[in-house]
């Protein structure tokens, strides 16, 4: 087990490196799948199987594709990773570098402080989840119920597209101007 | 040999730092949102181990509702994304300081 | 009669109430009915006072009355107690008649002002003052009114107060009164301090036993009460005010400026007679300040072109004449100069403020001329006035109230002949201002024409003011020609005799110089402005002449010299301690903050990133604390 735990974990901190280093975003897109799935690995050798495989279906499968859509949406492609060349130079790197690696130095002298923990590494299957998701947190399911509805409603509202009532060929820039403002005047205060 | 708690804790550690980098130098929103995604994944696996350490499934319920909020997160914080690309034309997070105290 | 006595300042307060509180709402006759009618009954009960005093004089020679109690200060009572004697029902004799006529030559003066009631509400207020002024039987209450008169010529001075000019003119009235004021309430203190009451008739009695003639004490005492009355009554050198206070309607200048409130110090020093007497270095400054007043005013009345101005300065100078008298001892003399004073200087101020409202609020003598002819009646009183005011021999009353005040300043013990001949050259300077200003207003070619003539409201006033100044002298005669001496007599129970030097030459000699100084200065005032008037402006021409002319004009400088001593320096101190120890503390507080906030914002600039890097950083700042603790 600990050798898939260090395989797995090797590999996903190797594909998060690549996918905040990436210029184009659907190259950083595809490397986040490889460390979501390293991830489910790791979930794996830990004892926690639907926890892995929902990590599968939900991160990989849905949220990633969003990001692809809105990617393919927003045409982010040649010029994005134009774009990118020019803002990460590697002196940006620097700053943050340090500071998240002060970070970090903190962070692991508090986890190694305490007495070294082994575990036994038992599964803990999924029905022991639903009867701990649907006994105790029944009330914070309801709560995840309505969080869902909101970000559906939010979602679809902020998204939504104001009706063109001239063919984009038909129009001229005043137009597009006075309808961008519009736009902008009904997203704050609608 | 069993697995180290301390170790998957670092593991989780070196992945939320990562993202962390990834939100303070990228200036593009969408990546941005990308590793604010990871340091969250890197969370929930914090709770995973915690689960596996104690033999409770409280963890997993935890990541659970995780997994939901990141899922609620990403589709409303995309929309955001394509007004902004529509507004300003650019997804440049610098142009976007209207809120600067004069 | 003791009860008649307390209505006489009472009438015109409850006028000053009423008109105050519902004169805005009252119709105009309702407010002048209001305004003129209480004056007028204070005017018949003094009268009826007066009558009873002359034909059948009281057994003390005064009457008194206790209204009220005012306050204890354990063992110190003072009530509001008034007191008539003979010198104070002369004085609410002509404060209430020459007020009454006043007040109807000013219900049409004032007719067409919208703030009618204002108008009588002050001038009420201010008859009820001065009379309490003059009734008060002791020092305190004599205050309230010394005040009271203050409090109202700065509202009637500033009466116009749209203006900003009348309003700078009447704080300069009520800041150089107030020198004196403050002057004579320290003389107060010192009283109450060493006589232990403030009671006038206990003062008169107290006085010469407490204090040793001459002593340096009483000296100070007396200065005091002379500086409050040099304020009041615009002596030299607190008599910047009186030509500046002009401003004020023509009414108010005949009435406080003319005949009341400046003769308040007058009243005063004779009131305290007692007093001044115990201190021969006080009488002779107050001799001195009279002659120096009367001098440099009257130089300043030969140059004014406005003609209030020059009513102003001669009046300046005529209360210089009584200040001589008070200070060489003649007493009555003095109180007799203010009794025909008040008629003909009242009457001079009215008539000029006819000529004024009909020539269209022209002020300048020089562009009058020739109303001889279109203002016949206004000009025979006017006459009349400036005959009594230039002491024509034996046909005004001017005569025969200024005459013993020249033979006083020689002959009395306290005279010398530096004062005699101060006030003769001061005769003449009269006699040649006051041709000067007939001349130029009346005779001539008409410069500006009349706009409309004055009403009987305001003509039957100056009719029967130029009577008086024409026959209220023939009650005293100087004692070489007829044997009548009335007035005297009727004060000599309140003031002292005069004592004059022993062999004296005859007074019929100074009578005679008199009248010929009097001539002379007429004869040169119609020949330098009626026949050759090119000698006149020749005259002027000349640098040196043109020099002195211009100080005579200024009032000898005062005013640039009170400017550059008292003025400047005090807006100097006040311009640098604007911005003084305690304020920068203040503003440094202010300030401090205002930096602060700016620093602070500099944080807040918009950008996602570097709030991001703030969270980290406090992230890290407090688990770092975590692991050092």
Same mark, same amino acid.
């Given at each position: ?29 595809? !490397? ?26 939900? !991160? ?16 982010? *492609? ?55 998701? !649907?006994?105790? !947190? ?6 995840? *119920? ?7 409603? *939010? ?36 | ?31 941005? +949102? ?61 142009? +976007? ?6 | ?17 009423? /008109? ?37 004089? $009281? ?36 404060? @209430? ?36 002024? =003059? ?5 305190? /209450? ?5 005040? #009271? ?64 003639? #001459? ?27 009186? $030509? ?7 009414? =108010? ?39 120096? @007043? ?55 101020? /009215? ?24 203002? $016949? ?48 050259? %001061? ?27 004055? #009403? ?18 023939? =009650? ?21 005799? =005069? ?17 010929? &100084? &009097?001539?002379? %200065? ?108």
């Amino acid at each position: 087990m600990e050798v898939l735990f260090c395989i797995s974990s090797l590999v996903a901190i190797l594909s998060t490196v690549m996918v905040i280093t990436r210029l184009n975003p659907v190259h950083a897109l595809l !490397y986040l799948v490889v460390s979501f799935m390293s991830v489910a690995m790791i979930f794996l050798s830990l004892g926690a199987p639907f926890m892995a495989v929902l990590e599968v279906i939900v !991160y990989a499968g849905a949220i990633i594709v969003l990001f692809i859509f809105v990617t393919m949406m927003l045409n982010l *492609g040649k010029e994005t990773a134009e774009q990118e060349r020019n803002w990460l130079k590697p002196r940006v790197w620097v700053g943050p570098s340090i500071l998240a690696a002060v970070l970090l130095a903190e962070m692991i002298i508090l986890l190694t402080k305490g007495q070294p923990g082994s575990m036994q590494v038992t599964v803990v299957d999924p029905k022991k989840v639903a009867l701990s998701l !649907y006994g105790e !947190y029944i009330i914070a399911l309801e709560l995840v *119920g309505f969080l869902m509805i909101a970000g559906i409603v *939010g979602a679809a509202h902020i998204g939504k597209h104001r009706k063109r009532s001239f063919h984009r060929f038909l129009e001229d820039e005043a137009e597009t101007e006075q309808q961008l403002k519009a736009d902008y005047h009904d997203v704050h205060t609608g | 040999m069993s697995i180290q708690v301390n170790a998957v804790l670092i593991v989780a550690a070196i992945l939320f730092v990562l993202g962390f980098i990834g939100v303070l130098t990228r200036k593009n929103i969408l990546f941005m +949102l990308i590793s604010v995604e990871i340091m969250l994944n890197a969370a929930g696996l914090a709770f995973v181990a915690a689960s596996a350490k104690w033999q409770q499934a409280d963890g997993q319920v935890m990541f659970l509702f995780i997994l939901a909020m990141a899922a609620a997160e990403v589709s409303v914080g995309l929309a955001l994304v394509l007004q902004v690309y529509h507004q300003y034309k650019t997804l440049d997070i610098e142009k +976007l300081n209207a809120l600067k105290d004069e | 009669m003791n009860n008649l006595l307390a209505y006489i300042p009472a009438f015109p307060l409850l006028g000053f109430l009423v /008109l105050s509180i519902a004169g805005r709402k009252m119709s105009k006759n309702l407010v002048a009915l209001t305004g003129v009618g209480s004056i007028c009954i204070s005017a018949i009960i003094s009268l009826v006072i007066a009558a009873g005093f002359i034909s059948s004089p $009281p057994t003390e020679g005064f009457i008194s009355t206790s209204v009220w109690h005012w306050f204890t200060l354990s063992d110190f009572i003072v009530n509001i107690g008034l007191r008539a004697d003979a010198l104070s029902v002369i004085f609410i004799f002509i404060i @209430t008649f020459v007020g009454a006529l006043i007040h109807i030559y000013s219900a049409e003066f004032m007719r067409h002002d919208e703030d009618y009631a204002r108008f009588f509400a002050s001038m009420n207020l201010f008859v009820c003052s001065m009379l309490l002024l =003059v009734l008060a039987d002791n020092l305190v /209450l004599l205050y309230l009114g010394w005040e #009271g008169v203050g409090l109202c010529s700065y509202l009637l001075i500033g009466f116009w107060f749209k203006e900003p000019t009348n309003n700078h003119a009447a704080n300069k009235a009520f800041l150089i009164t107030r020198i004196g004021d403050t002057a004579m309430l320290i003389g107060l203190f010192l009283i109450f301090h060493n006589l232990r009451t403030l009671n006038i008739q206990e003062i008169l009695l107290l006085a010469p036993q407490k204090f040793s003639t #001459g002593s340096s004490e009483i000296t100070l005492i007396a200065l005091l009460l002379l500086a409050g009355g040099m304020g009041k009554s615009a002596q030299v050198p607190l008599q910047t005010w009186l $030509p500046d206070a002009m401003a004020g309607p023509s009414p =108010v200048s005949a009435l406080i400026h003319a005949a009341t409130m400046v003769t308040a110090g007058v009243y005063l020093v004779a009131r305290m007679n007692a007093v001044f007497i115990l201190s021969p270095l006080a009488m002779s400054i107050v001799s001195v300040v009279g002659a120096v @007043t009367l001098l440099l005013a009257g130089c300043s009345a030969m140059v004014q072109s406005d003609i209030k101005r020059i009513l102003a300065y001669s009046t300046i100078s005529q209360i210089g004449y009584m200040f001589l008298a008070l200070g060489v001892g003649a007493w009555t003399a003095a109180i007799f100069h203010f009794f025909t004073h008040a008629f003909f200087k009242a009457l001079l101020f /009215l008539a000029a403020g006819v000529i004024i409202e009909s020539l269209h609020h022209e002020h300048n003598i020089f562009r009058m001329g020739g109303l001889k002819k279109s203002m $016949p009646v206004v000009f025979v009183t006017f006459l009349a006035g400036a005959a009594a005011l230039a002491a024509l021999p034996l046909v005004t009353a001017g005569f025969f109230s200024k005459d013993p005040i020249l033979w006083y300043a020689f002959s009395s013990e306290k005279g010398n002949a530096w004062l005699w001949m101060t006030a003769l050259l %001061g005769a003449f300077l009269t006699a040649f201002y006051t041709t000067r200003l007939m001349i130029v207003v009346f005779w001539g070619e008409a410069k500006t024409a009349i706009g409309h003539h004055p #009403g009987k409201a305001m003509i039957i006033p100056l009719i029967i003011l130029a009577i008086l100044s024409v026959t209220a002298g023939f =009650v005293e005669w100087p004692h070489n020609m007829i044997h009548l001496t009335l007035f005297s007599d009727l004060l000599h129970q309140q003031l002292p005799e =005069v004592a004059l030097k022993p062999d004296l030459p005859a007074e019929s000699l100074f009578q005679l110089i008199a009248a010929l &100084t &009097t001539f002379a %200065g007429i004869v040169l005032g119609y020949m330098l402005y009626y026949r050759k008037t090119y000698l006149a402006t020749s005259w002027l021409q000349s640098p040196s002449v043109a020099g002195v002319h211009n100080l005579f004009k200024s009032g000898w400088g005062f005013d640039h010299f009170y400017r550059a001593v008292f003025v400047q320096p005090f807006l100097f101190i006040t311009r640098i301690n604007r911005t003084d120890f305690f304020d920068r503390i203040y503003d440094g507080i202010a300030s401090l903050n205002i930096q602060l906030n700016r620093f602070l914002s500099l944080s807040q600039n918009g950008s996602l990133r570097w709030y991001v890097v703030g969270v980290l950083a406090g992230a890290l700042f407090i688990i770092t604390l975590q692991l050092l603790l």
